[in-house]
């Protein structure tokens, strides 16, 4: 069936080192749509990147990924790491356009001073 | 733009009660509606989606003699949890759809639902 691997549960990281927080997909669907959601303490998950295009780089708010179909991946990145940046990162796919989204496991992302 | 609003945003019930909870969408029409419930420490789970002019429809482990969902119109959806125990505590999110084929969601801020 359909899922999504976050292979990291825990990622721990000092401020000002790049952040890559990986994210492995399982569809049969051709056209799947990925998605990173990002979630503070005590709030809902707000959409950070989005991607169906194959090989194109997605980016807001310093983080990027891009979809590989190839590789069934869409690994989330950023160059300098924030204090700011300390929260929870869902990977979720969205198999078809009509599917709901299935989520992955969750990466905690702690970044100390 | 794009809200949907969650209320409420915070609830305490008796185990074995029952809690109610809605969601708004304002500013689109939400053709379909997704309600996901967080447990502590957990991934989010699909409970069911609701689209209009089709049948809700319960992912496994959910059903709707437990979990009773409205969507009497393309602006309000509704829950209930009933005979809640401490499991279905929880962040229950509400995800609406503008269209059909489209695959991006929109998410109200959820109801924590805490179970004595």
């Known amino acids: 069936g359909d899922s999504v691997t976050q292979t990291e549960g825990l990622v721990t990281l000092t401020e000002g080192l790049p952040v890559m927080l990986n994210c492995t997909y399982q569809?049969?669907?051709?056209?799947?749509?990925l998605f990173w959601y990002v979630q503070h303490l005590n709030e809902s998950p707000r959409l950070l990147l989005k991607?169906?295009?194959d090989n194109k780089r997605t980016e807001h708010q310093g983080f990027h990924a891009t979809l590989h179909k190839s590789s069934s991946s869409f690994h989330l990145q950023k160059s300098s790491a924030q204090l700011s940046d300390s929260a929870l990162y869902y990977c979720?796919?969205?198999?078809?356009?009509?599917?709901?989204?299935?989520w992955g496991s969750g990466t905690k992302l702690i970044i100390k001073p | 733009g794009a809200l949907v609003y969650q209320y409420p945003r915070r609830t305490i019930c008796k185990s074995g009660t029952s809690m109610r909870m809605e969601c708004q969408a304002v500013?689109?029409?939400?053709?379909?509606v997704a309600w996901y419930r967080q447990s502590p420490q957990k991934t989010f789970e699909l409970i069911a989606l609701?689209?209009?002019?089709?049948?809700?429809?319960?992912e496994q482990n959910f059903t709707q003699e437990k979990f009773p969902i409205s969507h009497p119109n393309l602006s309000f959806s509704s829950m209930t949890v009933l005979n809640a125990y401490l499991e279905d505590r929880g962040l229950y999110l509400c995800?609406?759809?503008?269209?059909?084929?489209?695959?991006?969601?929109?998410f109200g801020p959820g109801t924590r639902l805490t179970v004595l």
């Open positions: 995800g609406a759809r503008a269209q059909v084929n489209y695959a991006e969601q929109f």
């Open positions: 979720a796919l969205s198999p078809d356009s009509n599917y709901q989204l299935i």
């Open positions: 500013g689109f029409q939400a053709t379909s």
């Open positions: 609701s689209t209009v002019n089709s049948a809700i429809k319960y």
């Open positions: 991607s169906f295009t």
């Open positions: 569809t049969i669907y051709s056209n799947p749509f």
